[in-house]
């Protein structure tokens, strides 16, 4: 005699449901501590050589050049004169990654918990494609690249707020931070992913345009500050938009996907 199948009746779910069951808060929270710890820890132990560091910046440089598509200098050096937009610019870069990645996880566990898993996922999966492109290719940024002549924006406005002269860190952890991580630029793929998720699962039109600004303002903020080459926001869109593909082909394909 057949085992009928499960009913879905209110006392007997079925293991499609449960398998979508909402994630617990408290192992979320427990998740993203140890992911944003992980982080800090592994982008501050990668330094990388200096010189090695250096080269591949100027290569990179040399290439944009080759293709005429180096947008860089004309973006410092406006940036640079105009403390009106200056000024907000070293504000966005030292914070919105840091505030916005963590607001947008939020606001899908806490709106969208069936889709939340499969979003998480990929923000996990794309920052550690990223910690890896860092430790095989580490990049000095433009603004520390010898004779190219850009200007180190947020050094020059370094009294308007908490970072340190050499880089977006406080002032007490400057001497932690990676200054050759610029190849990709995390700040280009956690805004995708940021604007991305938002623009899916959000139904105001307002924030939707909102999610959808906000990866074209922080590629103009990278850029105009010289802390990453056209090169580097390129690659963060693409290592985004491969980590999305990948981990939502492989959620298609389990028995219990991870989301709608």
């Keep these: 005699m057949s085992t009928p199948p499960p ?3 209110k006392g007997t779910p079925t293991s499609v449901q449960q398998g979508r069951r909402a994630p617990r808060w408290w192992a979320e929270v427990l998740l993203v501590a140890v992911f ?3 982080y800090d820890s592994v982008r501050g132990l990668i330094h990388g050589d200096a010189d090695e560091a250096i080269r591949h910046g100027a290569a990179l440089l040399r290439l944009e050049r080759l293709f005429a598509i180096g947008i860089e200098h004309p973006l410092n050096n406006h940036l640079e004169n105009l403390a009106v937009l200056a000024v907000p610019a070293c504000f966005f870069y030292a914070s919105a ?3 916005v990645t963590p607001a947008v996880m939020l606001w899908a566990f806490r709106f969208h918990p069936h889709r939340y898993r499969t979003a998480r996922t990929v923000l996990a999966v794309l920052t550690a494609a990223a910690l890896l492109g860092f430790w095989l290719y580490p990049t000095a940024p433009p603004r520390l690249l010898p004779g190219a002549g850009f200007h180190d924006t947020l050094a020059a406005y370094s009294g308007w ?3 340190s002269k050499s880089d977006s860190a406080p002032r007490a952890l400057a001497s932690l931070a990676n ?3 610029a190849m990709p ?3 280009v793929a956690w805004a995708m992913w940021c604007g991305v998720t938002v623009f899916r699962y959000a139904k105001n039109w307002t924030l939707r345009a909102v999610a959808g600004a906000y990866p074209v303002v922080t590629g103009l903020v990278v850029l105009g500050t010289a802390n990453h080459y056209l090169l580097d926001v390129v ?3 693409a290592m985004w938009w491969v980590a999305d593909v990948a981990v939502r082909c492989w959620a298609a394909r389990r028995p219990i996907r991870l989301a709608d």
């Design 97 to 99: 990654h840091f505030l």
């Design 235 to 237: 690659a963060g869109v």
């Design 161 to 163: 707020g908490w970072w």
């Design 179 to 181: 200054q050759f991580a």
């Design 185 to 187: 630029s995390l700040h």
């Design 36 to 38: 944003y710890g992980a």
């Design 7 to 9: 009913t879905q009746g």
